[in-house]
């Protein structure tokens, strides 16, 4: 399994996502960015999350 903080990213943030890969991390994260961020997945985004994945 794979982890991601959205606190690592973005200070305050207590969110925090669980799945079998980054593409699951990451359909998580687009929509969690967009409802609650209101900003939209770009490759900058992808790379700071990918970089903050952690094995879990
Ligand atoms: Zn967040």
Redesign the pocket.
């Known amino acids: 399994m794979k982890a991601f903080r ?2 690592d990213v ?1 200070p305050g ?1 207590t ?1 925090e996502f669980t799945g079998a890969d980054r593409a699951e991390i990451l359909a998580q994260v687009a929509e ?2 967009r409802a ?2 209101h900003v939209e997945v770009d490759p900058a985004l992808v790379r700071a999350v990918e970089a903050h994945l952690r094995d879990r």
Do not use: E, Y
């Open positions: 959205c606190g973005v943030c969110r969690h960015a609650d961020h």
